[in-house]
């Protein structure tokens, strides 16, 4: 996986807790888990975009890009 | 509001699937329970309600032990027939509890799908025993095997063929289904 999702940072600096991100979002505790453990396969623009709503922040913010020596052969 | 409306009509047709799903599975298990005394009741009329493709001439002065053959061969289409009523009610069972996309699911269909596939040949091979089975005591040069085949079955093969495909597309849609999960 080469997009590393810093959730978890925003909200450490946000001094938010993931269920009350959850709540004001509309989604699932259980998905947003997944979100910040990256176990997911992507990320609709609508949950993108309220999350950066609500944290204030933009999307780079969240989503990071770590090549990969894959990335680096294609 | 928009999504609201949207999730309450993607609950109300849930509940439609849901609803008639429940009557689906009830009828198809009934029916599979069914289907094996209906056939004891037809080869205990059979002279009056004949509903077995098979010749009018070997349908007279039938004996206990030739009416229990005949049972006991036509369970062969029968077992068939139960085999597949007995999947599309697991179908629509899970149907009914809101499993809609599941692998599960898409066995079970291919399941039925072969069971209507599977049917014409049961019906061919029946007949074959069936009518040997009943021409056994006739004089030598007399005994029969009939074989027949009817648009009815062409039919049959076309259906199972189309439900074998649409059981595949579920498996593809189950595949599609599981990966949106993971997209929040």
Known sequence: ?74 | MKEKVQNSSEASRRRRIQRVAGVMAISCMFLALALAPCMAVVWAYVEHLAPLRLPAALLTDLSIVDRVGGFMLSLLVVGVAIWGLASLAQLFARFRRGDIFDLRNATLLRRFALSVLLLPPANLLTEGLSTAWLSRDAPPGEGMIALSLSSNDLLFGVIGVLLLTIAWVLHEATAISEENKLIV
């Open chain 1, 1 to 74: 996986m080469t997009i590393v999702v810093t959730l978890d940072v925003m909200l450490a600096r946000r001094k938010m807790r993931g269920k009350a991100l959850a709540a004001a979002i509309g989604i699932s505790e259980q998905n947003l888990s997944l979100l910040r453990s990256g176990k997911v396969k992507g990320v609709r623009f609508a949950t993108l975009q309220r999350i950066c709503a609500v944290l204030e922040c933009q999307p780079g913010d969240l989503l990071t890009f770590a090549p990969s020596s894959d990335d680096e052969a294609s």
